[in-house]
Every structure is written in C-alpha cells, then in structure tokens.
C-alpha cells in the first residue's frame, strides 16, 4: 500500500512547499503567511486561494490528484499558473477579502 498526504481539502502544512516555486513576490507572500498560526485569516485566505486554484472541492480520494497528494498538486497549480507572482497575489488578496467578509458577517461569496 501506498502513503498519501491527501487531505479533504488544502491543508496549511503544505504552504512552506511552495515558497521556491516562483520570484520574490511569491517568496515573500509564502513568507507571510508562513509565519502566522493555523487558522489566521492569512492562512484561511491563502487556503482559499489554493482550494480555489487547485480545485480541491472536485478532488475525490480515487482521483489522480488525490493520489499524488496535496503537497504535489499544490506545486503542480502553482508552477502552471500562467500569470506572473502578482496575478497569485491579487488572487491571494481578492480570497482575502471573501475571509474577511465572511467573518464580518457571514456572507458567502461564490467559489
């Protein structure tokens, strides 16, 4: 049998993995959040942002992402995304806002 680091959706361990994967603006976002405990709206929002990105609500456990695991489906996200390190901040800052709004007052927005 095989080990997986597959969870049901993007778990925050996997955040210091991605540092690498793009330029300084990237590296520097990565950093932020990094630094920050479990369940920070930082780490909610950047949550988000990769759940988003990756696409984790259609993950199911006999998918081929599911096998790779999150840490190698994160990465694969990250280093395909066809913007550059600011088109993955302004995501980071508009899931950000959708963190925020929703502690404020329980608005859902659209994934």
Known sequence: MYQTDTEMLFPTRVIPALRALRGPAWKQLVDKVAAVPDGHEATLAFGLMMIRLN?????????YR????CTACAQQAV???KEGDEGLVKLYH????????????G???EM
């Open 55 to 63: 696409g984790c609500l259609t993950c199911h456990s006999d998918s």
């Open 107 to 109: 608005t859902l927005v």
């Open 79 to 81: 280093q395909r995304f």
């Open 94 to 105: 508009k899931a950000s806002r959708d963190v925020n709004l929703y502690l404020e007052d």
């Open 66 to 69: 599911a096998m790779r695991g």
